[in-house]
């Protein structure tokens, strides 16, 4: 019984160091790790991220999302803006706050118009429709 107690403790262990060791890794603020990238793989790491932590840090997804809305902007890669306003506007809808998900998917449908980003375009107008259809059975009940 005590082989088994330690046995357990041994893997919660290194399964906490290796959580430890992979939250570290991706800490935005202050990573060495991060200061070392290129523009662009920082903002593709960081848009990644905004996608990843959707539903368990939605706020964290934000500020990841808008970090990289920054670099692509400074970057001048206009369908990457659109789809990270895509991005964020899911994770803004999902959190229930659809007047600035919709701000973000018309911030997005206009930057697509501009540079023929046709499938962020698309995507933003279907998640428009999915607020929409969302608002409109929650009027009916």
Not at 38 to 65: M, Q, V
Not at 86 to 107: C, E, H, P, T
Request: charged content about 25%; some cysteine.
């Amino acid at each position: 019984m005590i082989k088994l107690k330690t046995v357990c403790f041994y893997i919660f262990l290194w399964l906490f160091k290796s959580y430890l060791a992979h939250a570290q890794l991706y800490n935005t603020n202050d990573s060495a790790f991060l200061a070392s990238m290129d523009l662009e793989k920082r903002a593709n790491l960081l848009y990644d991220l905004c996608w990843k932590h959707r539903a368990d840090s939605p706020f964290l997804a934000i500020e990841y999302g808008n970090k990289a809305y920054l670099y692509f902007e400074k970057l001048n890669l206009p369908c990457k803006q659109s789809e990270v306003l895509n991005k964020l506007g899911i994770v803004k809808r999902n959190l229930g706050q659809y007047s600035l998900a919709r701000d973000n998917f018309a911030k997005a449908i206009s930057i697509a118009d501009s540079e023929t980003c046709l499938h962020q375009k698309a995507y933003a107008y279907n998640n428009l429709g999915d607020i929409n259809e969302f608002s409109l059975k929650r009027l009916k009940k």
